[in-house]
């Protein structure tokens, strides 16, 4: 695949972002997949202690463990910290994990949700909400995990991908917590 630069679906989700506008992003999971960490790096690009600054929402564990494996490897270099929080890992380590510090936070909205109202961390931060595969998380039942968090979030940048942005009650759902809405259309791009 192409490299982030050279992307220009990524491009304008990034020229966007850095409007300070939330963005919609259509496609399938495997079409954004390797730009994640670049993008978490674009707005968090070196460590700081105290509160996370990032966090992207995945529809299950194993989405969840591919993204930190690769946000892990690609943003070693950086020494930013990368918690996992998903629903078959120990609470009480997930917990401590994040009471001592991240940079990113990547989980499971249930779960998430759980850690953030049960033991509060800090999203004073926070400069990124990522959500990935909304439309599957909304199927799942994770509407009301969603919700509770992205209400509490400071100002930040949002970003959302889904399979199918006319979808009305994608839509409506979406414009509760998230404003200024731009959407982008992925095109298939030669590798």
Known sequence: ?????ENENILEVLRLLGSGKSVLGTAQLEEYESFIPRILLEFIPQ???GSPRGIVVCKDDDTAKKIHDRASKELKPNDLTIDLIIEK???LKQRNDLFD???IIIGTPKRL???YFQNGFNIGKLKLFLILEIDD???LGFRGFISRIAESLPKCRQLVFTRNAEEDRTVAYLNQFVNLVSV???KQLDD
């Not at 695949?1 to 630069?5: E, G, K, L, Q, S």
Request: glycine share 8%.
């Open 113 to 115: 949700c759980e850690l």
């Open 47 to 49: 460590p700081e202690e």
């Open 137 to 139: 998380q909304m199927r």
């Open 1 to 5: 695949m192409a490299d982030i630069y």
């Open 89 to 91: 890992g120990n609470k």
């Open 101 to 103: 510090g991240t940079e």
């Open 184 to 186: 982008v259309y992925f």
